[in-house]
T-cell receptor, first 112, second 114 residues
């Protein structure tokens, strides 16, 4: 079993739709949760960062962490064609050296 | 602030040949990572440096992969000999101290082994 599971998609939605991306994980030691966006032929860039459980909102993006269920989500409101990319969830153990454990990535296409 | 620089951007080699990748991190970032991203998968850590010392190389295939970070700045990752399954994007990332989220990734080197 992988430490972090993410549905690879692909996911195709019309412009303006609400997008929900999810990851599950198995290791309860994870404390730091991140979402990265990766455009084609580019490196991942940090989108959202959450420590422990709770919600965090930044513009059209909302990240949720439910540690009791070992489940994290990213919501994108009013999706735009420029949001078309691969979204990677990533996590860090509480006591380690900052090593990121990534999910497989979900490819999102937002159609105009 | 300049980003993480990587070169070359693309490389095609035959199996059993050797190849090297170079990374220049953001100035002042003490921690440097090399990740391998196989098509359709998330990045996987190969090696982590803190200044010029290795912190974690548990997933580095040491029979064929090597990496160094001389003087705690630039880093090189080498594969010798390459196998078909080494075809991937090799991402370099650096991180400032004191945060768990201040990673910056380079655009990567796309390696194709034929």
């Amino acid at each position: 079993q992988k430490e972090v599971e993410q549905d690879p998609g692909p996911l195709s939605v019309p412009e303006g739709a609400i997008v929900s991306l999810n990851c599950t994980y198995s290791n309860s030691a994870f404390q730091y949760f991140m979402w990265y966006r990766q455009y084609s032929r580019k490196g991942p860039e940090l989108l959202m960062y959450t420590y422990s459980s709770g919600n965090k909102e930044d513009g059209r993006f909302t990240a949720q962490v439910d540690k009791s269920s070992k489940y994290i989500s990213l919501f994108i409101r009013d999706s735009q064609p420029s949001d078309s990319a691969t979204y990677l969830c990533a996590m860090i153990h509480s006591g380690n050296t900052g090593k990121l454990i990534f999910g497989q990535g979900t490819t999102l296409q937002v159609k105009p | 602030e300049a980003g993480v620089a990587q070169s070359p951007r693309y490389k095609i080699i035959e199996k059993r040949q050797s190849v090297a990748f170079w990374c220049n991190p953001i100035s002042g970032h003490a921690t440097l990572y090399w990740y391998q991203q196989i098509l359709g998968q998330g990045p996987k850590l190969l090696i982590q440096f803190q200044n010029n010392g290795v912190v974690d190389d548990s997933q580095l295939p040491k029979d064929r992969f090597s990496a160094e970070r001389l003087k705690g700045v630039d880093s090189t990752l080498k594969i010798q000999p390459a196998k078909l399954e080494d075809s991937a994007v090799y991402l370099c990332a650096s991180r400032a101290g004191g945060t768990n989220y201040g990673y910056t990734f380079g655009s990567g080197t796309r390696l194709t082994v034929v």
